[in-house]
């Protein structure tokens, strides 16, 4: 246990979860930060197989969203448009960017993707952000952040870092898990009850990358706002696909068979209720202010 400030609006934030690690929240903003740290290992309790079996359909899709949206908002770009993806993990965004003819690098720390990288020609820079070898010259058009930002320590610096990189009139996006959403909210209520296996697995605990920050629409705007970005759009992005739920709670190894098929099938009888809840998942498109 030990203080924390938050970084949007410098409060004292208060203990809210005792899990595997303390989980703090704001009380003025409602930030909530966990005192965990990346494990430079890459040890930890997922199966990666399962993981792309329940994942890689509704990934897809989704990325296939964020680039409609991206480019109506680059509509008057008449060159190529390029960019950076920080935290490529499986190179999924960038071979999405491959077939509508986006140009993008990426940058990932992990060596296990490096296969499917060079079997799909995808150009990805081995290391942690910032670094020289994708530094550009005139500047991205945008930077994109999947499922990565909310795993970030030091947000202050990655910021400052990010204003450098993205051209004047350039896009951030960030697209990530919010602590609105229905399922974050269903398992604080459970960790009422002291059941906390499933913030433990919200926060991704086990794993080697655990989550730092969960946000919400108003304290992500308003930390970017003090960096001088101007939120353009966001919008919902689905966060299951219910075709593969059992493969995807089947990648936490934790997890038995016979406990992926109790939860797959609880899942399934509550989509109608999920579908029309508010968004556990959304993007953001963000703009450097001049």
């Given amino acids: 246990m030990k203080d924390i400030t938050c970084i949007v609006c410098g409060n004292q934030q208060k203990i809210r979860h005792k899990l595997k690690f303390y989980v703090y929240k704001c009380p003025t903003c409602h930030l909530q930060t966990s005192d965990a740290s990346f494990d430079l290992s890459f ?11 329940g994942l890689k359909k509704l990934r897809f899709a989704n990325f296939e969203l964020i680039q409609k949206k991206l480019i109506q908002i680059l509509n008057n770009r008449k060159k190529q448009i390029v960019g950076l993806e920080i935290g490529s993990g ?6 999405v960017c491959q077939e509508n003819q986006i140009d993008c690098i990426g940058i990932e720390p992990e060596d296990s993707f490096r296969k499917y990288y060079q079997e799909n020609n995808l150009n990805v820079v081995a290391g942690f952000y910032p670094n020289e070898a994708t530094k550009s010259l005139d500047g991205y058009d945008f930077i994109i952040f999947n499922d990565v930002f909310e795993h970030i320590s030091d947000l202050d610096s990655l910021i400052l870092n990010l204003k450098k990189d993205i051209k004047p009139n350039g896009i951030l996006i960030i697209n990530l ?11 604080e209520f459970l960790g009422i009850f002291g059941i906390k296996s499933f913030l433990n697995r919200l926060w991704q605990f086990d794993f080697h990358s655990p989550h730092i920050n969960y946000f919400n629409d108003d ?3 308003n930390l970017l ?5 101007k939120l353009l759009d966001s919008m919902r992005l689905e966060s299951l696909d219910f075709s593969s739920i059992k493969e995807r709670i089947m990648a ?7 406990k992926a098929s109790i939860f797959s099938l609880g899942i399934q009888l509550l989509k109608p209720f999920i579908l029309n809840s508010k968004p556990d998942i959304k993007v953001f498109y963000f703009c450097q202010n001049p």
Avoid: M
Wanted: hydrophobic share 30%; glycine share 4%.
């Fill in 43 to 53: 040890k930890s309790s997922l199966r990666e197989d399962n993981r792309e079996a």
């Fill in 90 to 95: 499986n190179g999924w965004w960038l071979k």
């Fill in 177 to 187: 898990p919010i602590s609105t959403g229905f399922f974050y909210k269903i398992a």
């Fill in 219 to 221: 304290n992500l705007t």
């Fill in 225 to 229: 706002k003090k960096y001088n970005f």
């Fill in 252 to 258: 936490d190894k934790k997890n038995s068979r016979l």
